[in-house]
């Protein structure tokens, strides 16, 4: 077998023999490398008597992810195999082994079958109930037992995740939490082991600027948990804590001059929601984006999508509007039944602009706060009085959610689709990606 490099955290996890392993680590801490070296360790050392099985959020994040980082490491070990995209599985490995992947998109499907190892790459990217009914129905698929030359090889389970969710998250609740419970308690949980993997301790796989654009990008409150990998507390902090009213104000309006406005749109029957933008070249050479965003106006509370075209034809009749509307107007209907809203957008002349597929929540929340934090993002606070109240007031709820019980979240979410459109996070051809794995 030829040389293959872990990191101390790496290696310490990879040698944990509890039934329930966390690997809880900061972004770019080598997760998805650490969940390929250890399904091709097991391949070469457990019998395959039954398949073993690698489950992701998303059948995407596994194509895109997954396949290619064990691909590498069975090509770097040496491993014979052969991928079947069909039944999304590794066949042809030694002996006859398979590895079976999974998606958690639909966790009541997650039935049926055993394993002896079950591998769960990012499990805190899903919302709290539908990663927990994810968790629970994986452990009872996590019970075949091999015997092999005499000994009896017992089944375990390895997660490998950031602590999005903080003291409000699954991770939490049944790992680190285990470590305030008395002594007694602790014991009985002996089961449940974790490994921290901070981003640093990968750092010779890391870019140069890698960890200092983490820190540049990431509210101050968050930097511990997607850099060190700790678990934060979440509870009842300010969802946009980097807003600050005085800091982050402008006092621009629309006018003449400006031949275009940006507008998120959040789509709900009675509630529609639309913050309008102008935006201005960045001369902030540290900033990562060319543009400043100055929200000038707000929409609230409107009726439908034909109500809110009419406003924004009304009040800006010479401008160029593009909208970035929520993705699900792609088949919401407002009162054209055969007719999404996009498209009346579309229709009315607007450009838009829209992923095909809803970014996480937090994504959106992190480029807000990011955007607020470097000063790429203003708001006239006199101009959107709902919008700066609700940046001011909109707090996590009891599973590390943005509480969206009060009705404040509409205006928030609408220019959030613009913003993290705009600025994500996520930049494919920033110095900080990869998200995922060591490469």
Same mark, same amino acid.
């Given at each position: 077998?030829?040389?293959?490099?872990?990191?101390?955290?790496?290696?310490?996890?990879?040698?944990?023999?509890?039934?329930?392993?966390?690997?809880?680590?900061?972004?770019?801490?080598?997760?998805?490398?650490?969940?390929?070296?250890?399904?091709?360790?097991?391949?070469?050392?457990?019998?395959?008597?039954?398949?073993?099985?690698?489950?992701?959020?998303?059948?995407?994040?596994?194509?895109?992810?997954?396949?290619?980082?064990?691909?590498?490491?069975?090509?770097?070990?040496?491993?014979?195999?052969?991928?079947?995209?069909?039944?999304?599985?590794?066949?042809?490995?030694?002996?006859?082994?398979?590895?079976?992947?999974?998606?958690?998109?639909?966790?009541?499907?997650?039935?049926?079958?055993?394993?002896?190892?079950?591998?769960?790459?990012?499990?805190?990217?899903?919302?709290?109930?539908?990663?927990?009914?994810?968790?629970?129905?994986?452990?009872?698929?996590?019970?075949?037992?091999?015997?092999?030359?005499?000994?009896?090889?017992?089944?375990?389970?390895?997660?490998?995740?950031?602590?999005?969710?903080?003291?409000?998250?699954?991770?939490?609740?049944?790992?680190?939490?285990?470590?305030? /419970?008395?002594? *007694?308690?602790?014991? =009985? +949980?002996?089961?449940?082991?974790?490994?921290? %993997?901070?981003?640093?301790?990968?750092? @010779?796989?890391?870019?140069?600027?890698?960890?200092?654009?983490?820190?540049?990008?990431?509210?101050?409150?968050?930097?511990?948990?997607?850099?060190?990998?700790?678990?934060?507390?979440?509870?009842?902090?300010?969802?946009?804590?980097?807003?600050?009213?005085?800091?982050?104000?402008?006092?621009?309006?629309?006018?003449?001059?400006?031949?275009?406005?940006?507008?998120?749109?959040?789509?709900?029957?009675?509630?529609?929601?639309?913050?309008?933008?102008?935006?201005?070249?960045?001369?902030?050479?540290?900033?990562?984006?060319?543009?400043?965003?100055?929200?000038?106006?707000?929409?609230?509370?409107?009726?439908?999508?034909?109500?809110?075209?009419?406003? /924004?034809?009304? *009040?800006?009749?010479? =401008? +160029?509007?593009?909208?970035?509307?929520?993705? %699900?107007?792609?088949?919401?209907?407002? @009162?054209?039944?055969?007719?999404?809203?996009?498209?009346?957008?579309?229709?009315?002349?607007?450009?838009?602009?829209?992923?095909?597929?809803?970014?996480?929540?937090?994504?959106?929340?992190?480029?807000?706060?990011?955007?607020?934090?470097?000063?790429?993002?203003?708001?006239?606070?006199?101009?959107?009085?709902?919008?700066?109240?609700?940046?001011?007031?909109?707090?996590?709820?009891?599973?590390?959610?943005?509480?969206?019980?009060?009705?404040?979240?509409?205006?928030?979410?609408?220019?959030?689709?613009?913003?993290?459109?705009?600025?994500?996070?996520?930049?494919?051809?920033?110095?900080?990606?990869?998200?995922?794995?060591?490469?």
């Amino acid at each position: 077998m030829p040389d293959i490099y872990l990191t101390v955290p790496q290696a310490q996890f990879s040698k944990l023999l509890a039934e329930y392993s966390l690997f809880v680590g900061g972004y770019g801490c080598g997760k998805t490398y650490t969940l390929a070296y250890n399904v091709a360790s097991d391949v070469l050392t457990i019998p395959p008597v039954v398949p073993f099985a690698v489950f992701m959020p998303t059948y995407s994040m596994l194509a895109e992810v997954t396949v290619p980082t064990i691909s590498k490491m069975f090509d770097a070990m040496g491993i014979r195999y052969s991928y079947n995209k069909t039944e999304k599985s590794f066949v042809d490995l030694p002996n006859g082994a398979t590895v079976i992947l999974k998606s958690m998109e639909d966790p009541s499907k997650i039935a049926g079958a055993e394993y002896v190892r079950i591998y769960v790459d990012e499990l805190e990217t899903m919302p709290f109930d539908k990663g927990l009914e994810a968790w629970n129905n994986i452990t009872a698929r996590g019970r075949a037992k091999v015997r092999h030359r005499g000994k009896v090889i017992q089944p375990q389970i390895r997660v490998y995740t950031t602590p999005n969710g903080g003291k409000r998250g699954i991770t939490w609740k049944l790992w680190g939490v285990n470590e305030t /419970l008395p002594p *007694e308690e602790q014991r =009985k +949980r002996s089961n449940y082991a974790y490994v921290r %993997a901070p981003t640093w301790s990968n750092i @010779a796989h890391l870019s140069k600027n890698y960890i200092l654009n983490l820190y540049n990008l990431y509210p101050s409150a968050l930097v511990n948990a997607y850099l060190a990998g700790e678990w934060v507390n979440m509870e009842n902090g300010l969802v946009y804590s980097e807003y600050d009213r005085v800091k982050c104000r402008n006092t621009f309006t629309v006018t003449k001059d400006d031949a275009a406005i940006y507008v998120g749109m959040d789509f709900n029957v009675g509630h529609m929601a639309a913050v309008v933008f102008i935006r201005q070249r960045n001369t902030n050479e540290d900033s990562l984006y060319p543009w400043k965003y100055h929200a000038v106006r707000e929409f609230v509370d409107l009726d439908d999508t034909p109500a809110m075209i009419k406003r /924004l034809k009304t *009040e800006y009749p010479d =401008k +160029r509007i593009t909208i970035f509307p929520d993705c %699900a107007g792609v088949s919401r209907r407002s @009162a054209d039944a055969s007719v999404s809203d996009i498209t009346l957008l579309q229709q009315a002349g607007f450009v838009t602009r829209y992923h095909p597929a809803h970014p996480a929540v937090k994504d959106r929340v992190l480029a807000m706060n990011r955007g607020f934090k470097s000063g790429d993002v203003t708001v006239n606070d006199l101009l959107c009085p709902k919008f700066a109240e609700a940046l001011c007031e909109q707090t996590y709820d009891d599973k590390g959610e943005p509480d969206k019980t009060t009705g404040i979240d509409h205006v928030l979410d609408a220019p959030g689709y613009l913003v993290e459109y705009e600025m994500p996070i996520r930049r494919k051809n920033a110095a900080l990606v990869p998200t995922y794995g060591q490469y």
